[in-house]
């Protein structure tokens, strides 16, 4: 029993290692983005104006703020130097977000002023290193908890993601989807079967039952659609 829960420790703290390496390398990788980022060093934040209103159901208010970012620029020309933005945003965030002290954020539109100082305009948060850790988190805890099946769910999900962006960059081109349709249902089922069991007759008998299903579906659509016209 010492033997198991030993290894366990060790792959938790395997886990944890690479987990927290992730996010400081992605936390910290400004060099490699072409956009000026830098973090929010200092956050003032004014109430401007309030309004109230009724949504069908209750009476609520809605609160405006004007926030001035003290930001510190971490790449491109102006790295190092201090940037002052404005921001304005609502109490109930829905279209916009309220930024907090220690934020990365992307920075355009900078302007020098003659006395040396910056102004700009924040787009939006920087959220790459929170991405990355959460998906090392996940596949590590794939590979430790199903072994080589993991590894294979990992990899039938980086060929199906791969598979959905070459589909969609051919519909954005102009290629017709229903076209795509079937191709596309047949190559992600196939690679999923095939992962999960291997070539044998149950994983051809369950391609041909989805690809005779995705056939009928497709052909009622067209015929729908053509009716419709």
């Given at each position: 029993?010492?033997?198991?829960?030993k290894?366990?420790?060790?792959?938790?703290?395997i886990l944890l290692?690479?987990?927290a390496?992730?996010?400081l390398?992605?936390?910290?990788?400004?060099?490699?983005?072409?956009?000026?980022i830098?973090?929010?060093?200092v956050?003032?934040?004014?109430?401007?104006?309030?309004r109230k209103g009724?949504?069908?159901?209750?009476?609520?208010?809605?609160k405006?703020y004007?926030?001035?970012?003290t930001?510190?620029?971490?790449?491109?020309?102006?790295?190092?130097?201090?940037?002052?933005?404005?921001?304005?945003?609502?109490?109930?965030g829905?279209?916009?977000?309220?930024?907090?002290?220690?934020?990365?954020?992307?920075v355009?539109?900078?302007?020098?002023?003659?006395?040396?100082s910056?102004t700009?305009?924040?787009?939006?948060?920087?959220?790459?290193?929170?991405?990355a850790?959460?998906?090392?988190?996940?596949?590590?805890l794939?590979?430790?908890?199903?072994?080589?099946?993991?590894?294979?769910?990992i990899?039938?999900?980086v060929?199906?993601v791969?598979?959905?962006y070459v589909?969609?960059r051919?519909?954005l081109?102009?290629h017709?989807?229903?076209?795509?349709?079937?191709?596309?249902v047949?190559f992600?089922t196939?690679?999923?079967?095939?992962?999960m069991?291997g070539?044998?007759?149950?994983?051809?008998?369950?391609?041909?039952?989805?690809?005779v299903t995705?056939a009928v579906?497709?052909?009622?659509?067209?015929?729908?659609?053509?009716c419709?016209?």
């Amino acid at each position: 029993n010492d033997i198991p829960m030993k290894q366990m420790i060790y792959k938790i703290l395997i886990l944890l290692l690479m987990t927290a390496a992730v996010f400081l390398l992605v936390k910290n990788d400004y060099a490699l983005y072409d956009q000026t980022i830098g973090t929010i060093k200092v956050v003032e934040t004014v109430e401007t104006n309030s309004r109230k209103g009724f949504d069908g159901k209750r009476e609520y208010e809605e609160k405006y703020y004007e926030q001035t970012l003290t930001i510190k620029i971490r790449n491109g020309a102006y790295k190092g130097q201090m940037l002052t933005a404005k921001h304005t945003c609502t109490s109930s965030g829905v279209y916009d977000i309220q930024y907090s002290k220690s934020d990365d954020v992307f920075v355009e539109k900078i302007i020098a002023a003659e006395d040396g100082s910056l102004t700009g305009n924040v787009t939006e948060t920087k959220r790459d290193h929170v991405v990355a850790t959460v998906a090392t988190l996940l596949f590590t805890l794939f590979l430790m908890v199903a072994g080589k099946e993991g590894a294979m769910t990992i990899f039938s999900l980086v060929l199906n993601v791969a598979a959905f962006y070459v589909v969609l960059r051919l519909y954005l081109s102009g290629h017709n989807l229903l076209c795509m349709t079937i191709p596309m249902v047949a190559f992600f089922t196939a690679m999923l079967l095939v992962f999960m069991h291997g070539w044998n007759r149950k994983t051809w008998v369950s391609l041909i039952a989805v690809l005779v299903t995705a056939a009928v579906t497709t052909l009622i659509a067209a015929v729908v659609l053509r009716c419709s016209l």
